[in-house]
């Protein structure tokens, strides 16, 4: 069977990166990327199209430019954004597709599908494949997930991604929701994860067996929170099950090796943050600003992070990271008895 | 004093029914008309309680009794108001359009309503627009903005479909509204919803970059900007001091909707028609100074006074 891998390092990755992704870095990675075998290349801020901002981070280039740099080497693999309504717009789109973006990720949190009929039909009327992402996805039970997957495809998406941007999943719920979907839709299943919890690759391997042919993998696993799943791992194991893909293994580690893990700001692994996140069900990307809000006003990151998993926070929110830091030091400076009683860490 | 000045609703939803709740509170305003278009409507029958004529025959329906009032609340949606302009214009009446339409000028009560008191038609810009311009006017009116940037969260609940299905009508005449009102040389906006039950409050917060950084100033100025604000939305609240790191000053906000007839989560909706009654108060005392201004025989005979 063959599974068409995404790269999302030059987007997802850009959150690890921190945004400081150089022109220069993006056209090595998707030159080697394009050459190594991957299908489609993702390439935008973090949070989309747009998501250049104080809230989620300034890119240190203009995305035109790094769009432009991926377009100029691909030879085969498609070019594809991922946009957010609420964050990027209808034009951001138009500029993207200009540009030579011929696949359109459209996401949104679970439950809010219908925020992306206009930006879906858009995407089908400039002649883009269109993704349907939806984020935060370990938060409802599969069939609502799947009434949501049905909207997107009622709006023109190709292909419907269960998306788990907390790697919260444990591999019988990522099964579930992907087969919840493939009963209900008929077009494309994806499976996005992160391993906050060490099972991206199985989860992805759960997401195939239950008919999923798109996966998102990200070269050395560069990513938000304890990052995606890995590439060239991936690719690996899916050769050692007879999965057919385009890549090839020993060139795509190499791009792994040479290209990416030298640009890298740290090493991706799951630290007691990302694990935090993925117990508790917090969106990934909130990792490093949590880290900073934490240092800067004096607060627990881990706490931190489970009262917003507490308070059941979206993909986006980060200005709430800041919100809860300021609350939680002015609890510090109250005396404990006139605290409320913390629950231990609860599933988001 | 003078009379209050009649007014009406067009529309006759969610929004409308919580904008009359608070007119029938105005010393100013008089709700006596209500506008629908779907005669077994709930908004309507509520409206005839209240002691409002109704109609259920659109805009037409308004031309039968349009000469009873003098202001106008357009509380349907960007394709109706559209719709509708026009014969209000003829008509000669001023309007408060709540939808995004924006055929006039933005108007954000205590930034910019005083230069647009003349203008025939206001448009009310946006929930986040309403909620964040102040708070950049108010730095603005301190220190140069060259970069103004807003987060507005709303409850998945109080977000219609009028907003899920043109969000980047929030993001854009929101953005807009930072510059143009707001006096940032750049501005941007985000709108993110949040599903989460029990619903989650309205929370916006505000990121300006300026060149000055004069703590004391900034904060004080925007302490006074949240209490005007206050003034006409009881549940608009700083949740802390703003925030200053290097050149960014960062401000949380938070509002809570009265609760008239929405919920009170739903402070996006509150603040909208909290704003419309402010601004619909704000002409009506105007056309009163002006009325007051005219030769006695020229002014229509007091019924109430």
């Given at each position: 069977?063959?599974?068409?891998?995404t790269?999302v390092?030059?987007?997802d990755?850009?959150?690890?990166?921190?945004?400081?992704?150089?022109?220069?870095?993006?056209?090595?990675?998707?030159?080697?990327?394009?050459?190594?075998?991957?299908?489609?290349?993702?390439?935008?801020?973090?949070?989309g199209?747009?998501?250049?901002?104080?809230?989620?981070?300034?890119?240190?280039?203009?995305?035109?430019?790094?769009?432009?740099?991926?377009?100029?080497?691909?030879?085969?693999?498609?070019?594809?954004?991922l946009?957010i309504?609420?964050?990027?717009?209808?034009?951001?789109?138009?500029?993207?597709?200009?540009?030579?973006?011929?696949?359109?990720r459209v996401a949104t949190h679970c439950t809010e599908a219908d925020i992306s009929?206009?930006?879906?039909?858009?995407?089908?009327?400039?002649?883009?494949?269109?993704v349907g992402f939806l984020m935060m996805a370990h938060m409802i039970p599969p069939q609502q997930l799947a009434e949501q997957a049905k909207l997107m495809e009622?709006?023109?998406a190709?292909c419907v991604y269960v998306v788990d941007s907390a790697g919260a999943m444990v591999t019988p719920e990522a099964r579930e929701r992907v087969r919840a979907l493939r009963q209900a839709i008929?077009v494309d299943i994806g499976f996005h994860a992160h391993n906050n919890l060490?099972l991206a690759?199985a989860n992805s391997?759960a997401a195939i067996?239950e008919g999923a042919?798109h996966i998102d993998?990200?070269?050395?696993?560069?990513g938000a929170g304890?990052?995606n799943t890995?590439?060239?791992?991936?690719?690996?194991?899916?050769?050692?099950?007879?999965?057919?893909?385009?890549?090839?293994?020993?060139?795509?580690?190499?791009?792994?090796?040479?290209?990416?893990?030298?640009?890298?700001?740290?090493?991706?692994?799951?630290?007691?943050?990302?694990?935090?996140i993925g117990y508790a069900g917090v969106y990934s990307t909130f990792?490093?600003?949590?880290?900073?809000?934490?240092?800067?006003?004096?607060?627990?990151?881990?706490?931190?992070?489970?009262?917003?998993g507490?308070?059941r926070m979206v993909g986006g929110q980060?200005?709430?990271?800041?919100?809860?830091?300021?609350?939680?030091?002015?609890?510090?400076?109250?005396?404990?008895?006139?605290?409320?009683?913390?629950?231990?860490?609860?599933r988001g | 004093?003078?009379?209050?000045?009649?007014?009406?609703?067009?529309?006759?939803?969610?929004?409308?029914?919580?904008?009359?709740?608070?007119?029938?509170?105005?010393?100013?305003?008089?709700?006596?008309?209500?506008?629908?278009?779907?005669?077994?409507?709930?908004?309507?029958?509520?409206?005839?309680?209240?002691?409002?004529?109704?109609?259920?025959?659109?805009?037409?329906?308004?031309?039968?009794?349009?000469?009873?009032?003098?202001?106008?609340?357009?509380?349907?949606?960007?394709?109706?108001?559209?719709?509708?302009?026009?014969?209000?214009?003829?008509?000669?009446?001023?309007?408060?359009?709540?939808?995004?339409?924006?055929?006039?000028?933005?108007?954000?009560?205590?930034?910019?309503?005083?230069?647009?008191?003349?203008?025939?038609?206001?448009?009310?810009?946006?929930?986040?627009?309403?909620?964040?311009?102040?708070?950049?006017?108010?730095?603005?009116?301190?220190?140069?903005?060259?970069?103004?940037?807003?987060?507005?969260?709303?409850?998945s609940?109080?977000?219609?479909?009028?907003?899920?299905?043109?969000?980047?009508?929030?993001?854009?005449?929101?953005?807009?509204?930072?510059?143009?009102?707001?006096?940032?040389?750049?501005?941007?906006?985000?709108?993110?919803l949040n599903p989460a039950?029990?619903?989650?409050?309205?929370?916006?917060?505000?990121?300006?970059?300026?060149?000055?950084?004069?703590?004391?100033?900034?904060?004080?100025?925007?302490?006074?900007?949240?209490?005007?604000?206050?003034?006409?939305?009881?549940?608009?609240?700083?949740?802390?001091?703003?925030?200053?790191?290097?050149?960014?000053?960062?401000?949380?906000?938070?509002?809570?909707?009265?609760?008239?007839?929405?919920?009170?989560?739903?402070?996006?909706?509150?603040?909208?028609?909290?704003?419309?009654?402010?601004?619909?108060?704000?002409?009506?005392?105007?056309?009163?100074?002006?009325?007051?201004?005219?030769?006695?025989?020229?002014?229509?005979?007091?019924?109430?006074?």
């Amino acid at each position: 069977m063959r599974i068409f891998i995404t790269d999302v390092t030059l987007r997802d990755g850009d959150h690890a990166m921190a945004h400081q992704f150089t022109r220069d870095q993006v056209s090595r990675i998707a030159r080697g990327l394009d050459a190594a075998g991957v299908d489609i290349l993702e390439v935008s801020h973090g949070d989309g199209l747009a998501g250049s901002s104080m809230q989620y981070g300034l890119s240190r280039e203009p995305e035109e430019e790094l769009l432009r740099a991926a377009a100029a080497v691909l030879t085969r693999a498609k070019l594809a954004i991922l946009l957010i309504p609420g964050i990027g717009t209808k034009s951001d789109l138009r500029q993207a597709a200009e540009l030579g973006a011929t696949v359109a990720r459209v996401a949104t949190h679970c439950t809010e599908a219908d925020i992306s009929e206009q930006h879906i039909g858009l995407a089908k009327t400039l002649g883009m494949r269109v993704v349907g992402f939806l984020m935060m996805a370990h938060m409802i039970p599969p069939q609502q997930l799947a009434e949501q997957a049905k909207l997107m495809e009622s709006y023109g998406a190709d292909c419907v991604y269960v998306v788990d941007s907390a790697g919260a999943m444990v591999t019988p719920e990522a099964r579930e929701r992907v087969r919840a979907l493939r009963q209900a839709i008929g077009v494309d299943i994806g499976f996005h994860a992160h391993n906050n919890l060490a099972l991206a690759v199985a989860n992805s391997l759960a997401a195939i067996e239950e008919g999923a042919t798109h996966i998102d993998a990200s070269t050395c696993g560069l990513g938000a929170g304890a990052g995606n799943t890995q590439t060239e791992v991936l690719a690996a194991v899916l050769n050692r099950l007879g999965y057919e893909t385009a890549i090839t293994l020993s060139h795509l580690m190499d791009v792994a090796e040479e290209e990416v893990k030298p640009v890298m700001l740290r090493p991706q692994i799951i630290d007691r943050d990302s694990l935090t996140i993925g117990y508790a069900g917090v969106y990934s990307t909130f990792l490093l600003h949590a880290k900073r809000a934490a240092k800067q006003f004096g607060v627990d990151s881990r706490a931190l992070l489970e009262e917003l998993g507490r308070r059941r926070m979206v993909g986006g929110q980060e200005d709430m990271i800041l919100d809860v830091a300021v609350e939680l030091a002015q609890a510090k400076r109250t005396p404990p008895s006139a605290r409320a009683p913390q629950d231990s860490v609860v599933r988001g | 004093m003078a009379d209050k000045i009649p007014v009406a609703i067009i529309g006759s939803g969610n929004i409308g029914t919580d904008l009359l709740y608070k007119l029938k509170r105005s010393a100013v305003l008089e709700p006596v008309l209500m506008v629908g278009v779907i005669p077994e409507s709930e908004g309507l029958a509520r409206a005839r309680q209240l002691g409002l004529t109704t109609s259920a025959e659109g805009i037409s329906g308004f031309l039968a009794y349009a000469d009873k009032v003098e202001i106008v609340f357009d509380a349907t949606s960007a394709k109706a108001h559209r719709e509708a302009a026009p014969t209000l214009r003829e008509a000669g009446k001023r309007v408060v359009d709540l939808t995004p339409a924006a055929l006039g000028p933005y108007v954000v009560p205590p930034v910019n309503l005083q230069s647009h008191l003349d203008a025939q038609e206001v448009n009310l810009v946006t929930c986040g627009g309403q909620a964040t311009t102040p708070i950049v006017a108010a730095i603005r009116a301190v220190a140069p903005v060259a970069y103004a940037e807003i987060v507005s969260t709303v409850a998945s609940r109080s977000a219609g479909p009028g907003t899920r299905q043109n969000i980047d009508e929030f993001t854009e005449t929101t953005g807009h509204s930072l510059v143009a009102i707001g006096g940032a040389d750049k501005g941007k906006a985000i709108i993110l919803l949040n599903p989460a039950e029990p619903p989650i409050l309205m929370r916006n917060t505000v990121y300006a970059l300026v060149e000055t950084v004069d703590q004391e100033a900034i904060t004080a100025s925007v302490r006074t900007m949240a209490a005007t604000v206050q003034r006409y939305v009881p549940g608009y609240r700083l949740k802390a001091d703003p925030l200053f790191d290097d050149h960014k000053v960062t401000v949380l906000l938070e509002v809570t909707g009265a609760g008239d007839f929405l919920p009170p989560y739903a402070g996006n909706l509150d603040i909208m028609t909290a704003a419309a009654v402010q601004v619909g108060e704000e002409i009506a005392k105007e056309l009163q100074r002006r009325q007051l201004q005219r030769p006695a025989a020229a002014r229509r005979p007091d019924v109430t006074a």
